[in-house]
């Protein structure tokens, strides 16, 4: 269907435009944590297009001797392959292009490859929208034998909310629920303080030990996985040493929440050109009264629109409003600030390998555990 050549790039052009997943600068700051990055320009012709862009593919070995294995992993890309085309009448071309894709990345790959993932930057309004286009691909793979398979564990938040910064900054206050407002005017009155921490602040080592101990309580209260302290010590610290080289590469900052003496809570997030992301969020279990996740959200939201983003990705959510859901609260709180939900397609394999099925078994297991399990012994 397609005629689609790869070739590796050896010597990348840092950029900050498009998703913060493609960046060069990202796929460097994973490999420096257990990924080795390589970068392909894929040109495609056929069915009336004829295009080329970059893409950063990631791999990662697990395992020992025989057992060893590797994942090469393709996140936030590709996109739909037709502008002018509604979603769901290009799903068989987009079905086998993804197929496709994969077959011409697989001589690039270790031969221990049990399979390529994607997360497709594809997104719709709705979840019923998304779900229709995700049953699509399911029909076409199995009636063209693809082997395409939908993960049962998504690697990126399929589902998020985003706020535009284009609009004035009253103009994005109004657009947020009544309560949000007063949250974060009560949280300024009360005598929060936020301050921004970048990796050249002369007090950030103390500041990151600060984010750092905030993190491990957010962790134990709501069970979520966190990573060593050195890795966001090198992603903050990496972008403003590379900026201060006149590198073109995303902006990542540390924001903390103070009320007097105490550090109520704090975020990383990651600004460039074309969005901004809230990566990282954590807080206390005191004067939780004082409404400090508000103010921070909305100090990042400034500053992401005076460097110049097109709007704030609150990155990570639940589908829909739903009371039942576990995580309903984050719901309420991240659509607060009057952004528009958007639901992308989730992440794919392509299978390469008969060891495929035994690796997913094994992975979708230990996601039961920490995600089911784990919590359920946490919450207790």
């Not at 997360?119 to 691909?137: A, C, I, K, L, Y």
């Given at each position: 269907?397609?005629?689609?050549?790869?070739?590796?790039?050896e010597?990348?052009?840092?950029?900050?435009?498009?998703?913060?997943?493609?960046?060069?600068?990202?796929?460097?700051?994973?490999?420096?944590?257990?990924?080795?990055?390589?970068?392909?320009?894929?040109?495609?012709?056929?069915?009336?297009?004829?295009?080329?862009?970059?893409?950063?593919?990631?791999?990662?070995?697990?395992?020992?001797?025989?057992a060893r294995?590797?994942l090469?992993?393709v996140?936030?890309?590709?996109?739909?392959?037709?502008?002018?085309?509604?979603?769901?009448?290009?799903?068989?071309?987009?079905?086998?292009?993804?197929?496709?894709?994969?077959?011409?990345?697989?001589?690039?790959?270790?031969?221990?490859?049990?399979?390529?993932?994607?997360?497709p930057?594809?997104?719709?309004?709705?979840?019923?929208?998304?779900?229709?286009?995700?049953?699509?691909?399911?029909?076409?793979?199995?009636?063209?034998r693809l082997?395409?398979?939908?993960?049962k564990?998504?690697?990126?938040p399929?589902?998020?909310?985003?706020?535009?910064?284009l609009?004035?900054?009253d103009?994005?206050?109004?657009?947020?629920?009544?309560?949000?407002r007063y949250?974060?005017?009560?949280?300024?009155?009360?005598?929060?303080?936020?301050?921004?921490?970048?990796?050249?602040?002369?007090?950030?080592?103390r500041?990151?030990d600060?984010?750092?101990?905030?993190?491990?309580?957010?962790a134990?209260?709501?069970?979520?996985?966190?990573?060593?302290?050195?890795?966001?010590?090198?992603?903050?610290?990496s972008?403003?040493?590379?900026?201060?080289?006149?590198?073109?590469v995303?902006?990542?900052?540390?924001?903390?929440?103070?009320?007097?003496?105490?550090?109520?809570?704090?975020?990383?997030?990651?600004?460039?050109?074309?969005?901004?992301?809230?990566?990282?969020?954590?807080?206390?279990?005191v004067?939780?009264?004082?409404?400090?996740?508000?103010?921070?959200q909305?100090t990042?939201?400034?500053?992401?629109?005076?460097?110049?983003?097109?709007?704030?990705?609150?990155?990570g959510m639940?589908?829909?409003?739903?009371?039942?859901?576990?995580?309903?609260?984050?719901?309420?709180?991240?659509?607060?600030?009057?952004?528009k939900?958007?639901?992308?397609?989730?992440?794919?394999?392509?299978?390469?390998?008969?060891?495929?099925?035994?690796?997913?078994?094994?992975?979708n297991?230990?996601a039961?555990?920490?995600?089911?399990?784990?919590?359920?012994?946490?919450?207790?």
């Amino acid at each position: 269907m397609f005629t689609i050549k790869v070739s590796k790039i050896e010597t990348t052009v840092l950029t900050n435009e498009g998703s913060f997943l493609q960046t060069p600068f990202w796929g460097e700051f994973k490999s420096r944590h257990g990924w080795n990055l390589s970068r392909f320009l894929i040109d495609v012709n056929g069915e009336g297009l004829s295009f080329s862009k970059e893409c950063s593919l990631m791999v990662r070995s697990f395992g020992k001797a025989f057992a060893r294995f590797s994942l090469a992993y393709v996140p936030l890309f590709p996109s739909l392959l037709f502008e002018d085309k509604n979603a769901n009448d290009q799903n068989i071309e987009f079905t086998n292009f993804l197929y496709e894709l994969a077959v011409a990345l697989k001589p690039f790959l270790p031969k221990n490859t049990i399979c390529i993932r994607f997360d497709p930057d594809v997104s719709f309004d709705t979840p019923e929208e998304r779900d229709f286009f995700v049953q699509g691909v399911k029909v076409v793979s199995y009636a063209d034998r693809l082997r395409l398979t939908k993960n049962k564990v998504d690697i990126q938040p399929p589902d998020s909310t985003k706020v535009d910064l284009l609009p004035s900054e009253d103009e994005i206050l109004a657009a947020m629920k009544t309560k949000w407002r007063y949250n974060i005017n009560l949280s300024a009155r009360k005598g929060v303080e936020v301050e921004k921490v970048n990796g050249l602040s002369p007090d950030f080592s103390r500041k990151l030990d600060v984010f750092y101990e905030l993190y491990k309580i957010t962790a134990e209260r709501d069970g979520i996985a966190m990573h060593a302290k050195a890795y966001y010590e090198d992603l903050i610290t990496s972008s403003w040493q590379e900026k201060m080289q006149g590198k073109d590469v995303p902006e990542v900052n540390l924001y903390i929440a103070k009320h007097e003496e105490d550090y109520l809570g704090a975020i990383i997030t990651l600004f460039s050109k074309s969005e901004s992301v809230y990566l990282y969020g954590c807080s206390s279990n005191v004067k939780r009264n004082l409404m400090p996740n508000f103010l921070l959200q909305w100090t990042a939201m400034k500053d992401a629109k005076k460097y110049g983003s097109k709007y704030y990705d609150m990155y990570g959510m639940p589908p829909t409003d739903d009371e039942k859901h576990p995580m309903h609260g984050l719901y309420m709180f991240k659509t607060g600030f009057g952004g528009k939900n958007i639901h992308r397609i989730g992440t794919y394999d392509v299978p390469l390998s008969v060891a495929y099925k035994i690796c997913t078994a094994m992975e979708n297991l230990r996601a039961f555990w920490h995600k089911k399990i784990l919590k359920k012994i946490r919450g207790r």
